[in-house]
């Protein structure tokens, strides 16, 4: 999927050049459609990060730790941010939910329920991108009937949910798998050391 969107990116800013350079013409929405891939790429490639234990992180004092410390302060920094990803979910639903005409949640840190009587955004539109006929059902399931001129920002607003519960599950993932010894941590990402391993290779096959 990240390569999709990364593709689709390259691909509408590749014809809006040539059509503002060739034909002086562009497509109206192709600046606003790429920064929402912008923005799915990015909050998609968190998740991926934590699956693939791509996130970068400074290890150098927990290196020098006895192996029994090391996994205690892995499973402790695994808590920390399943409590951060838990809080990044409730929060992305709070924004999202008025968007779809659905009601955010109560308390400030811990969903004691949903809220009532939330004003709904879903007649919230975006600048320039055209409404797509395959999304028309939500002008009668969230629009009370009315037609949409733009497509509606719940559309593009749904990676903010979509992504944080991504994180969540990927981090319980790692967390599970810290706990059973399968896993060192949540970060094992050494760019450096793999770069130089990979140039001390190369040298040697010479």
């Known amino acids: 999927m990240i390569a999709v969107i990364l593709g689709l990116m390259t691909l509408i800013?590749?014809?809006?050049?040539?059509?503002?350079?060739?034909?002086?013409?562009?497509l109206i929405w192709g600046l606003e459609v790429t920064l929402i891939l912008f923005a799915w790429l990015v909050l998609l490639g968190i998740s991926y990060g934590f699956k693939v234990t791509a996130h970068l992180g400074v290890d150098a004092l927990v290196n020098v730790l006895p192996e029994r410390a090391r996994r205690l302060l892995a499973v402790i920094a695994a808590l920390c941010c399943l409590a951060y990803a838990f809080l990044l979910l409730k929060g992305a639903w709070d924004y999202w939910a008025p968007f779809a005409a659905l009601q955010?949640?109560?308390?400030?840190?811990?969903?004691?329920g949903f809220a009532e009587g939330v004003r709904d955004r879903a007649f919230y539109i975006t600048d320039q991108v055209p409404m797509l006929g395959v999304f028309r059902w939500l002008e009668d399931a969230i629009n009370y009937g009315e037609e949409y001129e733009k497509l509606p920002r719940?559309?593009?607003?749904?990676i903010l949910p979509f992504s944080a519960a991504l994180i969540l599950l990927r981090v319980i993932q790692a967390t599970i798998a810290i706990v059973a010894g399968r896993q060192h941590g949540l970060i094992v990402s050494h760019e450096v050391e793999d770069a130089l391993e990979q140039t001390a290779r190369g040298e040697q096959g010479k």
Do not use: M
């Open 13 to 26: 800013t590749f014809v809006n050049v040539v059509l503002r350079y060739v034909f002086n013409d562009s």
């Open 104 to 112: 955010p949640t109560e308390g400030r840190w811990f969903p004691l």
């Open 154 to 158: 719940v559309i593009p607003y749904f």
